[in-house]
């Protein structure tokens, strides 16, 4: 590779980070640790980044476009790089960041899949189940892993319904999440 190598973008990434950091707003979204009681920590706010993420990749990966999988690569690694960058910024070690980076990978890789299963399966309570293992930690308020199901299901639909040509240029849309009135 030659020095000019150094400067050249990937393809898609500048979408892949655009869209990454719609899914990171979309998953700080102040009800979700209100009202559903999502752990306001780190985990806490991994593991719903890493739900809305997981979505938007499942959106794209399936997209008939040969394009799809190449920007659902790109947005993954906009989020590990992310969490490369953000480790770093907390004081973690140059030599400990590949290994945490690596752990944060897997545990991605085997939350994707588990949402992913729960969706294709149209099993929702095994979905709510992952999502209370995962986000809560078995120790869920009653009722929020089914809600969070529901809305990564209407995240689903919202994010199925938008074009890749809009995707392609970083315009993502996620659905708000419902307020506490909408519960009641």
């Known amino acids: 590779m030659g020095l000019l190598g150094l400067f050249t973008r990937r393809p898609h990434e ?7 950091g719609a899914a990171v707003g979309a998953a700080r979204q102040p009800v979700y640790f209100a009202r559903l009681g999502v752990p306001d920590t780190l985990d806490g706010r991994f593991d719903l980044v890493s739900f809305h993420v997981a979505l938007l990749i499942n959106r794209l990966r399936h997209d008939s476009d040969p ?9 993954f ?4 790089a992310d969490m490369d960058v953000n480790l770093r910024e907390m004081g ?9 980076v ?10 994707a899949a588990a949402y ?17 293992r995962n986000v809560w930690r078995g120790e869920a308020p009653e009722g929020a892993p089914a809600e969070l199901a529901a809305q990564g299901g209407r995240m689903r639909e919202t994010l199925a319904s938008q074009p890749l040509a809009a995707l392609l240029k970083g315009e993502v849309h996620f ?3 419902p307020p506490e009135a909408a519960a009641a």
């Open 14 to 20: 500048r979408a892949g980070f655009a869209l990454y």
């Open 67 to 75: 394009e799809g999988p190449k920007l659902a690569q790109a947005v």
């Open 77 to 80: 690694d906009a989020m590990f």
């Open 92 to 100: 973690v070690g140059d030599l400990v960041v590949g290994k945490r």
């Open 102 to 111: 690596k752990k944060m990978w897997e545990a991605f890789h085997g939350r």
């Open 116 to 132: 992913e299963a729960g969706f294709e399966s149209g099993d929702w309570a095994a979905l709510a189940e992952a999502l209370s």
């Open 175 to 177: 659905p708000p999440a």
